[in-house]
Each structure stands twice: as structure tokens, then as C-alpha cells.
């Protein structure tokens, strides 16, 4: 009895575990939207059936976890020092100066603050 107890405690944990996982993914998976993975980063300003506007805020040194966005155009709200790291492990340093906007394509990616300043900006993801 205490056997079946385990093994069911143990399937059920595997299941929340795989919901947990599977929530962060949007439809079509394979690609975690930044605001379910890493919502301490990634507020959504406003959402309507062309884009969506999110604020991206950094404290100096932190780092992101890897996500997708479709694409969209960057605007820069500070200036900022930024590591973007690529699923195949690839990495670019990448200054940003506050004005700038800069067109951003569609893909995955693990962003860090390498800045000793909050690094913010504004993210216009496009829909269609």
C-alpha cells in the first residue's frame, strides 16, 4: 500500500510539473513567452489582436531566462549594456543608448544586464 501511495504522489507530481511547464509555452510550443517565465522582468502595458507592448526593466546584473518574441521594434528608455545569449549557446554584447529604437526579429534568446545601471525599455511585439 505504501508502494501505490508513493508512485501515485510521484505521477501527480510529474503531472503539475508538466502543466507548469506546458503553461509557460504559447500555443504551438517550444517558444516560453517572457511574461509567463519571467514575469519579474516583463509587464504587459497593453494587448489587442496586432501587438502587444510590454515593459522590460533590469536591475544591474540580472539576468533573464530563455524566452521568445515574435517581432517588434525596441525602444530604449535608458541607457544600457546588454548580453543576448542564443539557444546554440552563442553570445553578442549589445549597448543601447535611451531614444533609440531598434527593430527586433522574431526569435529566442537569454538577455542579461552587464550594465551597472536599471536598464529599461518598451517592446512592441507584433502579431500578424
Known sequence: MKSLTIAVTLIVAGAIAYGVAAYAQPAGGGKADPVRVDAKHYKVEFENESVRVLRISYGPGEKSVMHYHPNGVAVYLTDG??????PDGKSQDMPAKAGEADWTAAGSHLPQNTGDKRLELIL????K
Open 81 to 86: 549594456k546588454t548580453r543576448m545569449t542564443t
Open 124 to 127: 512592441v511585439e507584433l502579431k
